[in-house]
């Protein structure tokens, strides 16, 4: 069973930074998409960015506009999601999720990620 659990979130003011970690427990396939997406209050659940075993990232420009960068540590099974100059417009709750790669770029579309955290809270205040 695949396990996915978020952590990093937190309450930080406008124009600060924080790093977000995704760690992924029980995934066995040797190919995989995974990435971070985000639900604010009263909207719907939106991309982020992705990114694929062989390092491949693909953002949402729109949501981040260069403002986040995306890593990982394969070894240790472990996704970051690095947010800077913050906004109050970025106050959501961000998922980790993780599913197969079917191509070769990895995409936002949420019914291709089979496995989900809880999802973590951010708060960026004014």
């Known amino acids: 069973q695949v396990y996915v659990a978020e952590s990093g979130g937190g309450l930080v003011q406008s124009g600060g930074s924080l790093r977000l970690s995704c760690r992924v427990s029980?995934?066995?396939?040797?190919?995989?998409?995974m990435g971070w997406f985000r639900q604010a209050p009263g909207k719907e659940r939106e991309g982020v960015g992705v990114?694929?075993?062989?390092?491949?990232?693909?953002f949402d420009d729109d949501a981040v506009q260069g403002r986040f960068t995306i890593s990982q540590d394969s070894a240790q099974n472990t996704l970051f999601l690095q947010m800077n100059s913050l906004r109050p417009d970025d106050t959501a709750i961000y998922y980790c999720?993780?599913?197969?790669?079917?191509?070769?770029?990895?995409?936002?579309?949420?019914?291709?990620?089979?496995?989900w955290g809880q999802g973590t809270q951010v708060t960026v205040s004014l």
């Open positions: 029980g995934y066995d396939y040797p190919d995989y998409c």
């Open positions: 990114i694929n075993e062989h390092g491949s990232i693909t």
């Open positions: 999720a993780a599913g197969r790669r079917y191509y070769y770029t990895c995409d936002l579309q949420q019914q291709k990620y089979r496995h």
